[in-house]
């Protein structure tokens, strides 16, 4: 079955970039009309759709986040990335990477995609 799982630190200072890696297992992002997504949930929040990377390679963000937000896939590794540059206190959030069949964007739901990561906390301390 296919699995995913996050890596990357768990405290980034403000300014800094955060990235982010999710590695998937027992299947392929290229596997055709498979959108690889990154969401977050600050404390307290509900779950933000923050973008997603295509089975082709072509990106879409949040526009919120956009101007700082930078999703890339290394296929060899069948792995895909974040990075969200200057980051603040208010990026705190527990990130999650998920996959889903066919594009979803805006408010996450859990049952709209098939398969998530169990999601790592990241904290930006000020």
């Known amino acids: 079955q296919v699995q995913l799982q996050e890596s990357g630190p768990d405290l980034v200072k403000s300014s800094q970039t955060l990235s982010l890696t999710c590695t998937v297992s027992g299947g392929s992002i290229t596997t055709r009309y498979y959108y690889w997504s990154w969401i977050r949930q600050p404390p307290g929040k509900g779950l933000e759709w923050m973008g997603a990377i295509a089975y082709v390679g072509r990106t879409y963000y949040s526009p919120s986040l956009k101007s700082h937000t930078s999703i890339s896939r290394d296929t060899s590794k069948n792995q895909f990335s974040l990075q969200l540059s200057s980051v603040t206190p208010e990026d705190t959030a527990v990130y999650y990477c998920?996959?889903?069949?066919?594009?979803?964007?805006?408010?996450?739901?859990?049952?709209?995609?098939?398969?998530w990561g169990q999601g790592t906390q990241v904290t930006v301390s000020s």
């Open positions: 998920a996959g889903a069949k066919g594009l979803r964007v805006g408010v996450p739901r859990q049952d709209e995609y098939d398969y």
